[in-house]
């Protein structure tokens, strides 16, 4: 145990592919996501779903893990709003 991986959370237990979808959720979550509307503030993801932006405090709801998901751009588009705007 003298050195300690990302994936060292889970250590051998699991499996390896759900050890590696967690490793995605983990690269997801640290990533940094600029605001949808004013475009240059950074999203803070605040609970699950939920994010704000650190400048202007704009919040929405979001994926769990990312504010912006396959699923939400659908939505979004069949309820007539643009993305980004
Ligand atoms: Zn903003």
Request: charged share 25%.
């Amino acid at each position: 145990m003298a050195r300690r991986k990302l994936s060292g959370a889970l250590g051998v237990k699991y499996g390896f592919s759900l050890r590696e979808r967690y490793m995605q959720v983990l690269k997801k979550r640290r990533a940094i996501y600029n605001c949808p509307r004013c475009g240059t503030g950074f999203l803070k993801r605040i609970s699950v779903g939920v994010w704000s932006c650190r400048k202007c405090e704009y919040t929405f709801a979001g994926g769990a893990y990312e504010p912006f998901t396959k699923v939400g751009e659908a939505a979004a588009r069949a309820a007539g709003v643009k993305s980004g705007q």
